[in-house]
């Protein structure tokens, strides 16, 4: 069995430790497809579901939403925590919390499509709620011992970006897959224009196939490395007060690029909040696209993911992760911003027509590049910042630096998916409204709102990079002095 153990040195970690192959880190990054197609579902379908198919005001959704991600940041820390300091010797650190996700995240994911019919609006809220909140902790106890691994499996610089790269690409074939299903298979629109998105009895099938692959990349990710864990980093047993382990932690946290990386992250997640929730009203109702033009630009952003995930290692190496990320930020967002400005400005092709849909089809490849590049350098950052604070503190503390950033971006993409609501309410946007029966009005003044509140969001999150302060000299600096303190006989 294993136990808590609260700490303030780390055990050295085994000299011998095999280089990952390439089948590990693959089978390791694909962990990312069950996170992805759980993160994607829920951003792109479930207020359009819960709204345009069940019933529910926009507001009472987006409000649930809302808790379930408060409620999520703040289990961050405590699982953080704990995988930080858990003692098995067979399972390890992170091990236990992985293997123990994999059946109940599935249930709830299946269940929140599923909802009771003739349920009251105040049930069916509460309904959601329940599930959302499961969804939201089985997830937790995936996501985050996972992303903490990454640190402990190799500490090489260029190495690390290479797995995520990986990982990204996993989830972006995962994610953009599912939805290709989604759309072409459990929720196809059939030629008379019934079915589709807005139609109930498709979202039983797409929530079983979705649960069903977030089980087993569950599985195979924490299966792959199982082998792995005799070579990680064990902490051992000391007794320590509530008020240590909080000066600890905030020992943990006083860390100026990790400070401005959640800073930065969470202005860019109260923009994803936003797009995220709004992204099936724009390509539905402002875009006017049918299901198939949105199954070839999910195709399109397969084709982004393999060209981000390409470049992104190439390019770090070239022009470091900072000045990278800080610039590929930026063209993102006028990518993602611009076609939006122009259609509100009178001058995109008109709805319906051939030019219109291939403009946002290379678009779609542009922006999605770039953002997937400038994902993986953030979390590349991320990553180096744990020998930058094990370096100040003594400790390794992968599991707390992923759940106190997560927290934050977390709090913050739960007030990105609230404001989606409240602008869809302060716009009157119609309930039940085909794609044709919009007025133009609604849909303008949907683009007025949206544009102005996402470039103030994403303006921030790029300034904020500036002082971000670990370079590869840095990180070499600092695995020089962990190596001698650990020749040294230190902890």
Not at 41 to 55: A, C, E, K, P
Not at 188 to 209: I, M, Q, S, W
Request: hydrophobic share 50%; net charge positive.
């Amino acid at each position: 069995m294993g136990e808590i153990a609260a700490v303030t040195t780390q055990t050295d970690a085994p000299q011998a430790v095999p280089p990952l192959r390439l089948h590990t880190k693959a089978l390791y990054a694909s962990g990312a497809v069950a996170n992805v197609i759980k993160q994607r579902g829920i951003s792109t379908f479930l207020l359009l579901f819960y709204n345009q198919v069940v019933g529910l005001p926009p507001q009472m959704v987006s409000t649930a939403i809302f808790i379930a991600l408060i409620f999520d940041a703040f289990i961050d820390p405590t699982i953080g925590q704990i995988s930080d300091n858990w003692r098995s010797k067979s399972l390890g650190r992170r091990h236990p919390f992985m293997y123990a996700a994999a059946i109940p995240v599935s249930i709830a994911f299946f269940l929140i499509w599923n909802p009771p019919q003739g349920w009251s609006h105040e049930a069916l809220w509460v309904y959601m709620l329940v599930c959302l909140l499961a969804i939201r902790l089985f997830d937790t106890f995936f996501e985050l011992p996972s992303a903490a691994l990454l640190p402990e499996l190799t500490r090489d610089y260029n190495e690390r970006t290479f797995i995520i790269s990986i990982r990204s690409l996993c989830g972006v074939i995962g994610g953009l897959g599912m939805t290709v299903l989604a759309y072409q298979v459990f929720l196809k629109e059939n030629p008379d224009g019934t079915g589709g998105v807005l139609a109930r009895e498709g979202y039983f099938g797409y929530a079983l196939c979705a649960a069903a692959l977030i089980f087993t990349f569950i599985l195979v990710s924490a299966g792959a490395t199982h082998g792995r864990i005799k070579y990680l980093t064990q902490a051992p047993t000391r007794k320590i007060t509530f008020v240590g382990m909080a000066r600890e932690v905030g020992a943990t946290l006083n860390n100026r690029s990790f400070i401005v990386l959640t800073i930065s992250g969470m202005f860019l997640y109260m923009a994803l909040g936003i797009r995220g929730a709004l992204e099936l009203y724009f390509s539905l109702y402002f875009w006017g696209f049918n299901q198939g033009q949105l199954t070839l630009l999910a195709t399109a952003g397969i084709i982004a993911s393999f060209v981000g995930v390409s470049l992104a290692p190439v390019l770090a190496k070239r022009f470091g992760k900072k000045r990278l990320s800080m610039t590929t930020f930026t063209l993102a967002v006028v990518t993602g911003l611009g076609p939006i400005l122009l259609r509100v400005l009178g001058y995109m092709p008109p709805n319906g027509t051939d030019l219109l849909f291939w403009i946002m089809f290379v678009d779609v490849i542009i922006n999605g590049a770039l953002s997937i590049i400038n994902g993986i350098m953030l979390s590349s950052m991320i990553a180096d910042v744990v020998e930058d604070s094990e370096v100040k503190t003594g400790r390794r503390s992968e599991g707390l630096l992923n759940s106190a950033d997560n927290l934050f971006k977390k709090i913050v993409s739960g007030v990105g998916v609230l404001v989606s609501g409240i602008v869809l309410t302060t716009i009157a946007f119609p309930q039940g409204a085909e794609r044709t029966e919009v007025p133009a009005e609604v849909l303008r003044n949907l683009g007025l709102m949206y544009v102005p509140i996402q470039s103030g969001f994403y303006a921030v999150a790029i300034l904020c990079l500036i002082l971000y302060g670990i370079d590869q000299k840095k990180h070499e600096e600092n695995l020089a002095t962990l190596a001698a303190r650990q020749g040294a006989g230190g902890g």
